[in-house]
């Protein structure tokens, strides 16, 4: 478990990043109270404070538009939804701010969805501030989010979790000196069967650059070679490192990968499945024939 | 959106049974379907209008349901789960506040799992709330202290540690206390639904959840006060009271607000001389249950820059004196003076009382000279329905098409504009004429001059025949306009209109003026203007006597005229004046005052005069005296038989009788002098077109600390809070 001491290690040094205008001694307080509290917080969000605080580089005077390739794509996503019901786009558009502004949102980025859908800024921030997908304060290139949900712990994610933080000196929500990685824990993100995992989304190269990568099948080891290879610049293999997908081929057990054949009497499928199969997904579509012209 | 369709669908009943009413039809029997449903609250059959929910069936019948988010006026939440109640046929209990009444629902309120449950909802709701009722201003008067007497437990399972919220910052007005939050939206709703602006709302979630603004921000509302009412916890508090008084201490004392001319109806709570604190009084035909800030927070103005005893100018500038010299010192400078050579001029806080005792008493004098500040002496005021709310503050709820012109009512009566607010959102169009302001709802902007009236009455105009083809139109006069020299100009052009586009029709005047100014109704009713000699008179006077006038022009008052001013403020008047005789303040006396539907109130004493000051009437009595002309009453009784015998509706109080309508003819008879009286193309501008008009109006709210505050907080932020909007 994560003890007090971490968790005012962590806050502290987060309140000292801040350019806040609450005074010391009312940051103190909450400190404190974060520490007595000897928890975490309700949700794993990246950001401590679901009120804005002044800083350097997001403030009254930060400034955000979108590009206008960006326009185009606001355009778009606000002509899914009717015209009454234009704050429908206002999460994609949120999330493409997000991509744009290397991965966080600032106030001007919030404001500026409020102008482009036309809704009082609180009903954003109200929007922001609830998703923990949506980070409020500056993010590496890298956000690393590790799996912490009951089946990737059973298989080991603790263990991810420590190398990560060995290894980039970094714990959940900070980021390392180099600007590379942020770190940070995700609930389950439906990959329990390759666990345990992490995902990382790479805000480098804007909204044309963006991923978001699930690594699966970890050991300690996989996990920083992963992000060796992305501090690298280089590619890792995304998915599970050990096997094609999910088929049962082994498992992660105390942090190694242990391949394994099932035995005949482990397996209930004998003979080839009878139909109807699914569509094979490596295969590209054949193109559809346009239906003929009516006559 | 859903707030809105519940909104409509009040809106659409309250309509219905105003035109019932209007049409004398609430006597009759009940048709086959009269719009109720039968349910059974209890075992009582209890019958409530459709479309009510659970909930206000069990107010009807008489049951009272707990509740903290729940409220009439704001928009469903369904959040706090406290109004739990058990429906037949409903697996679990239900939320009686956000459940519909259908025909024949059985409710039970008082079995065992509603107890239970309530007192489920209740453990929680206290998980996060701080043990700190000793020191929260909202001790004893808190629904969820209250409640917790009833459905709270004797002790806690809860061993973890309670979470922390940061306070945040709305303004001068309001006090935050946020870990008392309990999340039940109310202050969100009332700012985005009743005030429009849009501020507040809920950042994070779950444990971390927090209701504040997200960025440093003040509440820009001239209604924010209402949410301190609004909150059933101490999160939201008075900020210039706190600490100050603990409400068992304090008495009540119903009474009327004198800001503005709407009238609203307030309580003061006091402890000893002091007025702790104003909260509005529910009046549903004058301002529901909501109070303007300034009638709120000025109440500390009334113990700064009071006139407590007489003053004299002498060598040295005013210096104190008793009555009897300075009634000597105005019985000497009126002395060797002609009437003809006297004045008096009231200001905005005058009650009917005082005005009727000093227009007798200069009537006596042989004086006819009498005048109102902010320039409408020459208003004629023959006509009552010519300068009145004709079609009445609830009728404001019936109206579907309304045109302003000249006016702000966000600052001139923020309450009122709340109401307008409501209208606007449930469908009717509001356009204007003047000047534009940010009314915080969608007006139509038709152009700024008066020569945008003549567009409007030139044949085929679209918006002309769109307002006439409204059922129940109205048009709002602006007090800036009556204060206009080329007022009857625009007035003609105004009634032109309303002839034009039938605003006054069968059962329905649709012409209103919005007054600024608490006395003004009053001093026009009782004929407070200048007789026609005095207005032919070109000899400036050489006696001016102030009845708490202190906006009055410099033409009023000529530089070496002899000044008496009577009024409770040191504000400009008193600046001017050579013997000051003082007054009481609205909270200090029993005055009548009539809002601008021409509904007479009475204020009460709610605290002790100050000093040697005396109520305003019995001043003049007693000056008359002095002066050589004694007024023939002596009690409050005899003034009021007085000001029933000038203008008879002024006995009936809290009541509004509604004038006839004589306007028609009567602008048509003085067609000529307004054609002589050209108009300008200049904008027809509200009398408060910027906010610091409405936190500081007159004598009181300038002498305000708080009503100060506001103005800076809204005109410099704190370095890092971005100002108000620059316009409001
Ligand atoms: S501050 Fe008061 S009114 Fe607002 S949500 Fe909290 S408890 Fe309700
Ligand atoms: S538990 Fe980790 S992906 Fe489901
Ligand atoms: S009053 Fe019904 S849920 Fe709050």
Redesign the interface.
Known sequence: MRSAAQALLRYSALLSQQAS??SAA?QA??AA?CL????W???N?HDIF???R?EAHN??DTEFDFTDANYEKVAEVISRYPSNYKASALIPLLDLAQQQNDGWLS?AAMNRVAKVLDM????V??VA??YTMFNRSKMGRYHVMVCGTTPCMLQGAKGIYKALKEHLGIDYGQTTPDGMFTLGEMECMGACVNAPMIAVADYGGGVEGFSYSYFEDLTPADTVAIVDTLKKGGKPKIGSQHRSKAEPAGAVIGGKWVPSKPTPEQMTLMGEPPGPYCRNLDEVPAAQAPPAPPK | MQGRSVAAAARQLRRASWLQAQRGLSAQPAPADDGMVEVFVNGQATKVARGSNVLQACDAAGVDIPRFCYHQRLSIAGNCRMCLVEVEKSPKPVASCAMPAAPGMVIRTHTPLVKKAREGVMELLLINHPLDCPICDQGGECDLQDQSMVFGSDRSRFTEVKRAVSDKNLGPLVKTVMTRCIHCTRCIRFAKEVAGTDDLGITGRGRDAEVGTYVDKLLTSELSGNVIDLCPVGALTSKPAAFTYRNWELKSTESVDTSDALGANIRVDSRGVEVIRIVPRLNEDVNQEWISDKARFQYDALRYQRLNVPYIKGEQGLQQATWPDAFAAVAKAAGGLKGSEMRAVAGRLADAESLVALKDLMNRLGCGDLRVEGGSSDFDADVRSSYLFNSSVVGLDAADAILLVGCNPRLEAPVLNARLRAANLSGVPVAAVGEAYDLTYPVEQLGEGADTLDKLLKNGSEYLKRFKGASRPMVIVGAGVLQRADRDAVLQKVHKLVEKADVVREGWNGFNVMHDAAARVAALDLGFLPSPRARAAKAAPKLVYLLGADDYSEADVPADAFVVYQGHHGDRGAARADVVLPGTAYTEKVGTYVNMEGRPQSTKTATASLGDARDDWKVVRALSEVLGAPLPYNSLEEVRRRLADVAPHLGRRDAVEPPLWLNGEYFKAFAEKARKASTGGEPLASSMPHFSAFYQTDSISRASKVMAKCIKARQQPVPGVRAASAGM
Do not use: C, G
């Not at chain 1, 009082?120 to 009903?123: C, L, S």
């Open positions: 205008r609450t009312a307080v909450q109270a007595s509290n000897q928890r917080f309700a949700t969000s679901n009120v804005h002044h403030n009254w106030l009082p800024e609180i009903r921030y109200e501030t609830f």
